[in-house]
């Protein structure tokens, strides 16, 4: 039993991998405006984001390590006609791209608002110098070496959120029902869907998919695999709760634009350490969106034109200094330019439903999965995934345009 629970402890890497993409300055401060709006009420809508990812990430390992290849060269196969795979090969390669470059400056000054309170120093200053340290990070080292840097940030955000949480002693009846009890308050849909949206991020499917091969063998992990995935993004999940929890026990009803705005209520708790450690928690969470969103444009272009080598490979290395320089010269000049946001946004919009019902089709072809397809409860399971995250994706299309056009 021991020595069976240590093998599931040393597989877990590609889960927190994904998990520490997820938790960034967007998602850290949605879960606080979560709170901060509408207390306990929204929990919900994180568990089934957590559930919601973890569904559609198992369908990426079993798919992987099945078929031995990525999700780009799975999504290549699916389409026979030449012209069809064309389109949607490079409107997924071109939409991810873009979203990632878009990001990466909002990952970097997200990263920046911690470290420069700590460091008592210009946002605009600190942003470039993390972004030429994560430049460095892709290009001198390898997946382990990533895997590492991850967990170590998942460690620090875990120990600064939950003990948050659990130190303010919140009211325990209000969290369960808050996450057994779904209600959607007067104004709350917009964040119901920004608190499911951050989760569930399309440029992970593809990460995902480049660390498992990584990492495991073959199917014959699909059991280690599967742990980690489920343990790395619960623990994701709890972490997320856990920011809302704390924002909703100590700033419901106040107006929030940062995370940092929980040290002042923490000060009783805490005493001066309290905004040293909310600062060390969000520049944790930074730094670990930062160093994925190149990461996820380079697995992606990487998986969809086939180039061989994973993270080691020049051409992943190329498109992923490309992405980090971008963000590096739109940090320092304080851009980030809402036109290119918002047709980011769109684009997302677009690509998230189409990857999550490509990924469902390809899970259950018989033919390449054989007697790995999905099972009737994992297709009804899947098949609800689907369909919300496609709500979500043309909501949050039909949201850009029209901001776009205002």
Known sequence: MFKEAGKILRSIGPGMIITASFIGPGTVTTMTQGGAGFGYSLLWAVVFSIVATIVLQEMIIRLSLVTREGLGEAIQDLFKHRIGKLIIVWFTLIAVTIGCAAYISGDLIGTSLGASYLLNLPEHWVAP?????????????????????????????????????????????????????????????????????????????????????????????????????????????????????????????????????????????????????????????????????????????????GWQGGMQSKKYKTVFTIIIIIGIITSALGF????????????????????????????NKKNLMGHYVNTLW??????????????LGLYSLIDAISSFMS
């Open 336 to 363: 980030e330019p809402l036109q290119v946001l918002l047709v980011a946004q769109a684009l997302n919009g677009i690509i998230l439903p189409i990857v999550a019902i490509l990924i469902f089709i390809i899970i």
């Open 129 to 305: 110098v993390i972004g030429i340290i994560i430049l460095l990070i892709g290009l001198f080292g390898n997946y382990r070496f990533l895997e590492k840097i991850m967990l170590v940030l998942m460690v620090i955000m875990g120990i600064i959120f939950i003990t948050t949480m659990i130190v303010i002693q919140p009211d325990i009846v209000g969290i369960l029902k808050g996450v057994f009890v779904p209600t959607i308050p007067n104004g709350s849909i917009i964040t119901i869907i920004a608190l499911i949206g951050t989760t569930v991020v399309p440029y992970n499917f593809f990460i995902h998919s480049t660390a498992v091969h990584e990492r495991f063998g073959n199917i014959k992990e699909l059991k280690y695999a599967r742990w980690d995935t489920v343990i790395s993004i619960s623990i994701g999940g709890i972490i997320s709760a856990a920011i809302l929890i704390a924002a909703a026990t100590l700033i419901q009803g106040k107006e929030v634009t940062s995370v940092i705005q929980l040290a002042g209520p923490l000060e009783p708790v805490l005493g001066n350490a309290a905004p040293f450690a909310i600062s060390i928690g969000l520049f944790a969470a930074g730094l670990s969106s930062a160093i994925a969103s190149p990461a996820g444009a380079a697995a992606t272009i990487s998986s969809l034109l």
């Open 378 to 391: 994992l297709n009804i399971i899947g098949g609800i995934v689907v369909l919300v995250v496609t709500f």
